[in-house]
């Protein structure tokens, strides 16, 4: 079975992934998302020119911790440094090139025309949503126009602290299944963890007690 390519992307209610200028400031933090969990499933990221330039603008080299980055441009030279590729070749050859490669998924990271040209050639197995409660009326969308294309929907998980919704669909017609939301999982097993008390403490939580029965009694 081949890799999944995963469109996996922070959008506004309104269907955008970027103010007209690339800015994300719109962007909903939550403590129930893992991120060192979400970039764990993946080995691989491509990346639009677009994109790679706004990662760049941050004061990066617009490489990603554990993840081998392909950025695909028809107007940066080709180059290749650690953890980071810069390529003029053809993204549907290429991603179907890394797909049949054993390992993780490869995450589509962005941006939007990418996502339409890989869309387009059948290579895009899931499309996953985080929806910020946030509508910013103008921006780059998630998806340039052109044919349509059938999602089935896989997942929803809202996050009721900050309003974030996780929606995840498969594209109709691939033989790839829907990922776990283990990011999220991870999270609140750790917060379960921290709030699960010690034997010291559940020791004065059961003296505490019994002094009040007690008291109780004694009343």
């Known amino acids: 079975m081949s890799r999944r390519l995963r469109y996996q992307v922070a959008v506004s209610l309104d269907g955008f992934i970027a103010r007209p200028d690339g800015d994300y400031d ?3 933090a939550d403590p129930s998302i893992d991120f060192a ?18 990662m760049t603008a941050q004061g990066g080299s617009g490489a990603m911790p554990g993840i081998d980055v392909v950025v695909f ?10 953890g980071l ?15 049949a490669k054993p390992g993780r998924d490869i995450w589509l990271f962005g941006g939007g025309s990418l996502f339409r040209s890989l869309l387009d050639a059948g290579l895009v197995d899931t499309v ?29 998980k809202p996050l009721p602290r900050s309003g974030i919704v996780m929606l995840v ?3 109709a017609g691939s033989t ?3 990922p ?8 609140r097993s750790r917060g379960k963890k921290a709030r699960r008390p010690g034997k010291a403490t559940r020791k004065q939580a059961a003296k505490k007690a019994k002094r009040k029965t007690s008291a109780r009694r004694a009343r």
């Open 37 to 54: 969990a979400l970039f764990k499933e993946f080995d691989t990221a491509v990346v639009g020119r677009k994109t790679y330039e706004v």
């Open 26 to 28: 719109w962007i909903v």
């Open 180 to 187: 776990r939301i283990r990011y999220l999982e991870t999270a």
């Open 73 to 82: 441009s028809r107007t940066l030279p080709a180059s290749e440094s650690p």
């Open 169 to 171: 669909y498969t594209v």
């Open 128 to 156: 996953e949503l985080a929806v910020m409660p946030v509508l910013i009326g103008a921006g780059i969308p998630v998806l340039p126009p052109g044919a349509d294309t059938k999602l089935v929907l896989a997942k929803v």
């Open 85 to 99: 590729r810069i390529l003029n070749d053809d993204p549907a050859t290429i991603v179907a090139a890394l797909k």
């Open 176 to 178: 790839s299944s829907a």
